[in-house]
């Protein structure tokens, strides 16, 4: 494991559009800190279980690369998005998951999302992102995101959801798409 303080810290937190949303909803928001590190790695090793599972490394060196590639992707998100909020998701006082939006440019920006295996499936991925749809229109803004080409089901989420995928990046790893309106939010 990584220790927490050789990476670089979250952000202060600030109070995200999404504060504004009112609402019956099961979950709650708080910013994240250098002490949600350990189970943020965690949940990171659970977006890529499927595509390691069928590599022949023993266990200690796919820790060990997750690892890595943990630490890269959070300094990136740090680096490129120092403005955004780092938010983990609560249910009944537990973390359940993350959303990192960055609300600095000219659309809203949903940098990644993420939930804990048990809570996938279930709705809180729609109702979070309807929630982010919500502070989008309420402040007049567009929200943007892209998804890997490799994860069909999130895919078939955000267009179930009104985002529609800009066809100059389908042949990337990364499609991008973008929401502009009302559809999507119930």
Known sequence: MIPADTLAP??????????????????????????????????????????????PWPDTVKQQFLAQQFVAQHQHYLGHYPQAHYLAIDVDGQAVGRVYIDEAGE??????????????????????????????????????????????AARRLYERLGFIADAATEAQTHVAMRWTGTAGLS
């Open 10 to 55: 979250f952000p202060a937190g600030r109070r995200p559009a999404l504060a504004a949303v009112n609402g019956n909803i099961p979950w709650a928001w708080r910013a994240l800190g250098s002490a949600d590190l350990p189970w943020l790695m965690a949940l990171y090793a659970t977006t890529r279980a499927q595509e390691l599972q069928p590599l």
């Open 107 to 152: 659309d809203d920006l949903l940098v990644d999302i993420s939930l804990l295996p048990a809570w996938r499936g279930r709705g809180l991925g729609t109702a979070l992102i309807q929630r982010l749809q919500q502070a989008a229109t309420m402040r007049g803004r567009s929200l943007r995101l892209s998804v890997q080409v490799h994860n069909p």
